[in-house]
Nanobody
Framework: QVQLVESGGGLVQAGGSLRLSCTYSERTFSSAGMGWFRQAPGKEREIVAAISWDGGSAYYPLSVKGRFTISRDNAKNTVYLQMDSLKPQDTAVYYC?????????????????WGQGTQVTVSS
């Protein structure tokens, strides 16, 4: 059974940091782009970071650029999301997903496997 398991979420004060991890069970996912999305109550799922299969290129929307960093360790089947200078508006459930491409992908329909999500709450 294919699994992506996120960890590292929690409660943090504004200005703080969290590091999310996503471990995947399929070795073949190391040949695919990966992404992190988030979804707040009543809002659509949005991308916060994406990375190519080799880590050579990445994408961030303006809302998190300069504060979030995505990375991956293919030897450990793990993708990371370092989140710094967190704001209350970053509060959401964060999901890891595997892209259908080797490069990074920007929209949910380009992803075919998803984790269960991890809650991130930023207090003011």
């Amino acid at each position: 059974q294919v699994q992506l398991v996120e960890s590292g979420g929690g409660l943090v004060q504004a200005g703080g940091s969290l590091r999310l991890s996503c471990t995947y069970s399929e070795r073949t996912f190391s040949s695919a782009g990966m992404g992190w999305f988030r979804q707040a109550p009543g809002k659509e799922r949005e991308i916060v970071a994406a990375i190519s299969w080799d880590g050579g290129s990445a994408y961030y929307p303006l809302s998190v650029k300069g504060r979030f960093t995505i990375s991956r360790d293919n030897a450990k089947n793990t993708v990371y999301l370092q989140m710094d200078s967190l704001k209350p508006q970053d509060t959401a459930v964060y999901y890891c997903a595997k892209a259908q491409t080797r490069g990074f992908a920007l929209v949910p329909r380009q992803y075919d496997y998803w984790g269960q999500g991890t809650q991130v709450t930023v207090s003011s």
